[in-house]
């Protein structure tokens, strides 16, 4: 008899129906008459205690022998055999324990660090993106951004310079971001302002000619001072705005108990005394930062460029940059 499928005959929610486990007459009468033609074995005194299993009480004369086999090898291991079935030893004689050394005791409360929750203060009034920006590039640095422009421009330009304002250099600024979040910032400039393929939002911002100007001009520091203060700092073109950036990382970013420290390669292919070539990296050529960093969020707290080895460091110390960051 072919056993029916029991979702197609599942139609009542309290059971299976009655056909599914009945068994046809024919089959009960079969059963019963060979059950029936089985010869007694004519042993009726055949006790059912022969058909269990033996008790867990009873032991084996094996087990028994097994047992005090062992007992009498863990009493037979000296101490010096014992410490090598429960540790490593290593070529150079240290020895590492195969299971960790549990506390005897709980550890004090004062002993437990509890890590605060990572923070970012004053941002009560962080609405926009330009908010967000405003954090980091403050507006003393646009002030002074602007200044060092306007002194520049005027000097190369005396009668055709147009003076600019924080808010043009704030654009540029947002213009120059905004073609390297869309990976467009090595495009050439004509490709860019071009009307028909170039980008809209670009050529609304400010002209081709304006931007070249406003690039060819921009100064971040007095270059009327520039060559007193190079003696002594090889990045001082950049100085000022780089330890004013740095600040406002940190100012605005309360960072979590782990820190990372990692080194970063910038891209690029002008005029400096120390550029960087990195093989190994995807942009062979250009200035090395060393970061320390939130590990939770890769946020970075301060930046340190490398200028080349200082005088009197040790060419051969792997780890100077490092420690450089990790001390400031």
């Known amino acids: ?74 009493e037979e291991c000296s101490p010096s055999e014992l410490e090598d079935l429960t540790t490593y030893t290593t070529k150079d004689g240290t020895k590492w324990r195969k299971a960790p050394v549990l506390p005897s005791t709980k550890t004090k409360s004062k002993n437990i660090f509890k890590p605060p929750p990572t923070q970012i203060p004053g941002t009560h009034h962080v609405h926009k993106p330009y908010d967000s920006f405003k954090l980091f590039v403050s507006d003393k640095m646009i002030t002074d951004t602007v200044r060092y422009t306007n ?32 990976k467009q910032n090595m495009l050439s400039t004509s490709e860019v302002w071009d ?21 060819s001009c921009l100064r971040f520091d007095d270059k009327s001072t520039r060559s007193a203060r190079r003696g002594k700092d090889t990045f001082a073109p950049f100085r000022d705005m780089w330890d004013q950036f740095n600040n ?26 120390f550029l960087q070539y990195l093989p190994s990296k995807p942009d062979r050529y250009g200035i090395k930062i060393f970061w320390i960093a939130d590990s939770s969020n890769c946020f970075p707290l301060f930046g340190i460029p490398y200028l080349g080895r200082p005088i009197g460091q040790d060419c051969h110390n792997p780890m100077g940059g490092f420690s450089r960051v990790f001390q400031d």
């Open 1 to 74: 008899m072919e056993r029916p499928n029991i979702f197609d005959a599942l139609v009542t929610v309290e059971g299976y129906p009655e056909e599914l486990y009945e068994e046809p007459v024919e089959t009960i009468q079969a059963v019963e008459g060979a059950a029936a033609d089985v010869p007694d074995s004519g042993d009726d005194e055949t006790s059912d205690e022969e058909f269990l299993p033996p008790s867990s009480d009873d032991e084996s004369p094996d087990e028994v022998s097994t047992e005090e086999e062992l007992e009498g090898d863990e």
């Open 151 to 182: 002194m520049f421009g005027s000097s190369k330009w005396p009668n055709m310079w147009v003076a600019c304002d924080s808010v043009e250099i704030e654009a540029l600024f947002g213009l120059m971001l905004f073609l390297g979040v869309r």
């Open 195 to 215: 009307p028909i393929d170039g980008i809209s939002l670009v050529r609304a911002c400010m002209s081709i000619n304006r931007f070249k100007t406003l690039m």
């Open 248 to 273: 406002n990382l940190s100012k605005h970013y309360i960072a979590g108990p782990l820190l990372t420290i990692d080194e970063q390669l910038v891209p690029f292919r002008g005029r400096c005394n």
